[in-house]
């Protein structure tokens, strides 16, 4: 297990990074498109009573549908299609008024029925268009906007898994039937990085509207990549599929991997072969896992055992759920709240796509904002900049935060005011946010850090050092105006960084020039 | 006291009642005739001591004035394509033949509710999959009504032969059957008694082993039209586990004495189509008498036409192996039923598991079935078989402009012998034998099969009624008028 890091992100100036984009671009063009498997957030199974629990002990989270007994029918489960719905409106879809349930065969030990239900001819919704901003500090200078067309959404089962061992294979069933949301989008991206940032902005969405937890180490998530290649002008390339992608670095990766290794064989005269391929997250690359020559027939037919799945809108009351209540209830979504955030708050773009992307600090910085007035600019600086250098010290997430988003108002407050100094701040947070017994102005109270803004007390600290560090004065004066810096240092180190450093800066310089 | 079980449920009840007899003495005497009937083979599993267990129960809520309805303590029996917990349930296939289900289908579960006492388990064609009883691993079904022949013996019809024959001998007054292409009308129908295929959605599918989802329907059979309604407003009603089932509430069915029943003005169509080729004489003429005879009665008797019957059987074959074919994949020899001694690779476990496990008919239809779902297929077989379906569902809800019911023959002649029915195969048998009766299923409407007289060979000729959707109390009570007129010589009034 590795350890994760936070990225720490100077904004201000920006680093005049330069994309790392293959330089081929200009040759080769692109296509990347996603199929992401979205498990449900849902207590049962899509068509059984059995639990969905994850982690439960092998094969206890079984209904006798669920094995396949014969006789056993399907009962469609509401909330699944709540989730579906509510999922198909947050991406922009055309739900379905009536969609259907078709078979998909095919004989596999964890698919007890020798068939999957899927929505295949008439999914629950299709047509979606989702917009999201592509933004990597470290890679791409300034962010920008993608849109990626949705071509269907459907709910499925999922299948049981199989362990196999030297002599025997086990099948476990705990997550057969467990429901999915299957999203097929159009081809529309080009390149790891647009697919990474659709996969988080999706993940964003589907948290917001409570549909599924995301956990990609989990399962919960699942992104297969279709990556394909052509000369500018000429046809589509042969696509290979990208299986096992188990976050969202690893989206960008394996994209990114698959994309040089097709230019590679292309331009060493090779073909690429229509081939489904692993990603290797330890090797970094992408391994053959299984040839499409075999093509499968699927011999898809309508479930008979389901009614046609209704859904009321308009003036069409009838219905399993109704999509203009879903509707109605859908929260602020990720690229609304950045709009938001942008216009009324006044962050910057980045500031404001990476508060979005982290939505535990967003919370907190909504939430401090709406307790008192203090400035959103510089709170939105101290979290993504202040607080993330400790929480990455500690190698802590912000959902380890103990403190109430009023402790980082506070605090702000404090700095704002000139109480305390951005170097105490620091001091502070980091108390706080693990363990949050004593209140910010409190805790300064009793450290006695406040900050030393009286005049008269710095000016006796300012000559008090001149008087200490007379070497030093003289060079300045001799014209090594570095030699000022150590001054400022010096007074810092004096009053244990509580001294206000701007008024110091003008007192020091008159007292020098007084000299 | 023999000839209580051959009375009806109505009667039974009432001196189970008064006390004049009692259920342990009832069960008993229905489990004898379950033994010495044992040469027509109705029963794949005689349930002795669960039967006698439950008989006591029930003797003791008589005694305590608590019986739960009138189907307490009454014996019956249920095919075996029916789940029944803790009780073996074999499709007559060496497939389920060690198949123990953990749960009861609802039609079991509601009939075990109003006091019913299960005593075994009916024969079928394996899977339910043909019309004479004849395909399963515990042997045929044999006809009750001429034995003893040289040439053999006559068929029961089926696949719910056993059920038929069940009833038929008196063993008990009701049995359960499954009917996807007529296979609870077709036994009726050679049997002599009473069959009902109720409407679509009526009855709970949960626990019936699939053959064709989109039409299976749990089907009943009496040897009266009353004991029918009994057994009917059991088991009908909405069930939340079976998606298909309709949600709206079903009203109790009450038939008026026969004597009370009128049909003046009913309009009954003849349907042209359903007077097809190998139609025998001897059921032209009973359709035509009972025809006759309604007029006569005050009906409206007038000939219509469905123009796209004959279309329906190949439709209905196609529709059938496409279902199998995906019904039966579950059937893999992992979680449940056989499981063939083969090592080498699950691909090859699969293959042997199912190559022992189905018969040829049930292989075949799966080949077939698979072979029309095929993407470059599919529209060719299954989206045209859909497409005439319609038409044929239109068919019927055209009729129904003219008509209120309608009367056809169930089956094209009586019982064939053993050795005649064998000597075609599955597939052409079944085109013959469900000509008139597949439709019904196709549309989803109601059809119930009631025994009209003997043949000159001495086998019941029978005839079918066939109303709208969710029509069952009218289709019930002209079955009940004409059972009254008739006074079919049931086979238990031998005795």
Redesign the interface.
Known sequence: MLFRTRKIYKLSPLKRYYSNKTTHSNKWQTVVGLEVHAQINSVSKLFSGASTKFSSPVNTNVD?FD??????????NKRCVEAGVLTALALNCRVSPVSLFD?K?Y?Y?DM????QITQQRLPLAVDGELQFQVYTPGVHKTPYKAKVRIKQLQLEQDSGKSIHDTHV?L?DLNRAGVPLIELVFDPDLKDGEEAAALVKELIHILRRINTCSCKMEEGALRVDANVSINRKGEALGTRTELKNIGSVRGVAAAVKYEIERQIKVKESGGAVVNETRAWDSVAKRTVVMRDKEVVQ?????PE????PLCVAMGPVKQGTVNADELKAAIPELPEQIRQRLQGEVGLSAEHSIILVNDFCLLSIFEEALQKRRIDAKLLANVLLNDLNTILNKKNLEPEHIKCEADYFGEAIDLLQNGKINRTTLRIILEEVILDASTRPTKLVEEWGLFQISDERELRKLCEEVLGENEKVVKAYKLGKVKAFKALMGAVAAKTKNRADMAKCDAILKELVGNK | MDKVLYGNIKMTSRLLVEGSINTIDLINLSLKKAVENKKYNPFITVTQSEALQHSEDSCKRYISKGAKSELDGIPIAIKDNFCTRNIRTTCASKMLENFIPTYNATVCQRLFDAGAVLIGKTNLDQFAMGSGTVDSIYGPTKNVWIGNLKEGFYISGGSSGGSAVAVATGTCFAAIGSDTGGSTRNPASYCGVVGLKPTYGLVSRLGLIPLVNSMDVPGILTRTVDDCVIVLNTIAGFDPKDSTSVNRPFKKIRLPPANKLSIKNLKIGIPLEYHCDSLSSEVLDTWNDIAQLLEKEGAIVKKVSMPHTQYSIVCYSILNQCEVSSNMARYDGIEFGFRANEESSTEKLYAETRKIGFNEVVRNRIIAGNYFLLSRNYDKYFTKAMKVRRLIANDFDNVWNEVQMLLTPTTLGDAPLYKDFISKNNRDQCALQDYCTQPVNMAGVPAVSIPIKLSQKGLPLSLQLIGRNFSEPMLLALAKYIENIVQFPHFVNKF
Request: hydrophobic content about 45%.
């Open positions: 006798l094995g396949a007994i014969p006789g056993t029918l399907p009962v469609l078979r065969h004989f030990a007890p029925a020798g068939y294979t099948v027939d699927y011999r898809f037919m008979p055992n389901l009614p």
